[in-house]
């Protein structure tokens, strides 16, 4: 199986500060990588596919970006419904793998 | 209008089989390139995905549970059916049912929790 060594595990941040969350594969997964944002008792949201291409009706402060095995996502300016738990997905190969995750806060 | 949802027995018993199903609106299983995917989330845990059932029919299971695991679809292409026979406390968890056109799981379900307890 492929890994998806996601982090930091938690992150607290104040309104209209740039965050980045990184996901490191455990081998080559191309552009298959997704970000999702989960809220509280609700089912994720597609954030970013393709790596770098954003979803429709997602705002533009999020982009995705991705350096070799490494992805990342950034958020521009963070904002008061930003925070949530941030989960990166690898699509290149059964089984699809998530990250641990990562809970964003505002500080 | 893409929806889906989950139901299923929400408890069960240890060594059961538990049966879930994905009932869908607003696109279509025949259509070329389209599958449906089953993903559980133990409470305060990361996602799992479990299973996926092809527009062909084709399925695809995670191998770390593929003994226990069976999915289908109905034949007029608007259901998708899991079943995990044997169930153990570790199998506690919300399930969800998502899509995949071509970026993967781009519509999820709302969940149904499933707890295993005797």
């Known amino acids: 199986d492929i890994q998806m060594t996601q982090s930091p595990a938690s992150l607290s941040a104040s309104l209209e500060e740039i965050v980045t969350i990184t996901c490191q594969a455990s081998?080559?997964?191309?552009?298959?990588l997704a970000w999702y944002q989960q809220k509280p008792g609700k089912s994720p949201q597609l954030l970013i596919y393709?790596?770098?291409s954003l979803a429709d009706g997602v705002p533009s402060r999020f982009s995705g970006s991705r350096s070799g095995t490494q992805y990342s996502l950034k958020i521009s300016r963070l904002q008061v419904e930003d925070p949530g738990i941030y989960y990166c997905l690898q699509g290149y190969s059964a089984p699809f793998t998530f990250g641990s995750g990562t809970k964003l806060e505002i500080k | 209008q893409v929806t889906l949802k989950e139901s299923g027995p929400g408890m069960l018993q240890p060594s059961k089989t538990l049966s879930l199903t994905c009932s869908f609106s607003g696109f279509s299983l025949s259509t070329s390139g389209m599958v449906v995917s089953w993903i559980r989330q133990p409470s305060g845990k990361s996602l799992e995905w479990l299973a996926a059932i092809d527009w062909d029919g084709d399925k695809y299971y995670n191998p770390s549970l593929k003994s226990r695991l069976t999915v289908s679809k109905d034949t007029s292409n608007t259901q998708v059916f899991l079943k995990i026979t044997s169930v153990d406390i570790a199998d506690t968890a919300t399930y969800y049912c998502?899509?995949?056109?071509?970026?993967?799981?781009?519509?999820w379900g709302q969940g149904v929790m499933v707890t295993v307890s005797s």
């Open positions: 081998q080559d997964i191309g552009n298959w």
């Open positions: 998502a899509r995949s056109p071509g970026p993967p799981f781009d519509y």
């Open positions: 393709g790596a770098t």
